[in-house]
T-cell receptor, first 113, second 114 residues
Framework: AQSVTQPDIHITVSEGASLELRCNYSYGATPYLFWYVQSPGQGLQLLLKYFSGDTLVQGIKGFEAEFKRSQSSFNLRKPSVHWSDAAEYFCAVGRNQGGKLIFGQGTELSVKP | DAGVIQSPRHEVTEMGQEVTLRCKPISGHDYLFWYRQTMMRGLELLIYFNNNVPIDDSGMPEDRFSAKMPNASFSTLKIQPSEPRDSAVYFC????????????FGPGTRLTVT
């Protein structure tokens, strides 16, 4: 069965430090991959997506993610974190599931001043 | 585009009352999803529609929950009777087939059942 794992429930980084959030998936074929961000009291906002082609994708707010087929991973990165990046981040996978996406459990990011 | 619109944004009701949550998807989108989010269970898919037809309602917790999509621009999620354990944030999302199924979420309805 298809699944998404975000191993880190909560991460704390210092402002200005680099960030990497992990996402591993289990899927029978090359999936479509997504990262969403949810700020407190808000809905989920799409950060970036991978469908095909270049395995390094750029998103909004200075985020990027790299698809690594051999590792079944799609980790999210940012070179320098800002206090406003504190939020919950969700990885999701889909393609041939009748339109449905499978979401990970989320990683909560805290940013220290 | 206005994005996905949900109403109300906040709802406080007493146990046993009927609650109706509303959603207007992005114009032209053919998929609509209802999710529930709680601290304990995270983000759960309740039901989704394609071209106004329910495709998968296996996530609906019990018969007290029902959802309809009478037309392409409107959907409701109803809870009758409501219980305190239904307290959660309910999200509606929509997507367009052929665009990779990326979903666009509404701001959510925060439901509190006392």
């Amino acid at each position: 069965a298809q699944s998404v794992t975000q191993p880190d429930i909560h991460i704390t980084v210092s402002e200005g430090a680099s960030l990497e959030l992990r996402c591993n998936y289990s899927y029978g074929a090359t999936p479509y991959l997504f990262w969403y961000v949810q700020s407190p009291g808000q809905g989920l906002q799409l950060l970036l997506k991978y469908f095909s082609g270049d395995t390094l994708v750029q998103g909004i707010k200075g985020f990027e993610a790299e698809f690594k087929r051999s590792q079944s991973s799609f980790n999210l990165r940012k070179p320098s974190v800002h206090w406003s990046d504190a939020a919950e981040y969700f990885c999701a996978v889909g393609r041939n599931q009748g339109g449905k996406l499978i979401f990970g459990q989320g990683t909560e990011l805290s940013v220290k001043p | 585009d206005a994005g996905v619109i949900q109403s109300p944004r906040h709802e406080v009701t007493e146990m046993g009352q009927e609650v109706t949550l509303r959603c207007k998807p992005i114009s032209g989108h053919d998929y609509l999803f209802w999710y529930r989010q709680t601290m304990m269970r995270g983000l759960e898919l309740l039901i989704y529609f394609n071209n106004n037809v329910p495709i998968d309602d296996s996530g609906m917790p019990e018969d007290r929950f029902s959802a309809k999509m009478p037309n392409a621009s409107f959907s409701t999620l109803k809870i009758q009777p409501s219980e305190p354990r239904d307290s959660a944030v309910y999200f509606c999302a929509s997507s367009l087939s052929g665009r990779g199924y990326e979903q666009y979420f509404g701001p959510g309805t925060r439901l509190t059942v006392t």
